[in-house]
């Protein structure tokens, strides 16, 4: 499985970025995909994800509101909208697919791509 991210860049804090991630390899319509961030010097953590038919999503609580995980089964891509960045967003960024049963389980992964946000 191949997991590509793009749309990684520098911002503004309240700023706005869209992350794609490409996904081959794998039965997409089959799998929930999903984000995680590791900001530096902290664990990685759980961003979003969603379910395959892209009917259901979950997100941390503090993107709750400002971050909307999407899919294009069409295109095998899933995407993170990032809408009024803090400073706490400021991490690299991981896509991934993977399970969710209760809590989502990932499986596989991309490499990352950076986001960062500043004054």
């Known amino acids: 499985v191949q997991l590509q991210a793009s749309g990684g860049g520098s911002v503004q804090v309240g700023g706005t970025l869209r992350l794609s991630c490409a996904v081959s390899?794998?039965?997409?319509?089959?799998?929930?995909t999903g984000w995680f961030r590791r900001a530096p010097g902290k664990e990685r953590e759980f961003v979003a994800a969603?379910?395959?038919?892209?009917?259901?999503?979950y997100y941390k609580d503090s993107v709750k509101g400002r971050f909307t995980i999407s899919k294009d089964n069409a295109k095998d891509t899933v995407y993170l909208q990032m809408n009024n960045l803090k400073h706490e967003d400021t991490a690299t960024y991981f896509c991934?697919?993977?399970?969710?049963?209760?809590?989502?389980?990932?499986?596989?992964w991309g490499q990352g791509t950076q986001v960062t946000v500043s004054s």
């Open positions: 969603i379910n395959p038919s892209g009917s259901a999503s």
């Open positions: 390899g794998r039965s997409f319509r089959s799998d929930a």
């Open positions: 991934t697919a993977g399970v969710y049963k209760g809590r989502y389980y990932p499986a596989a």
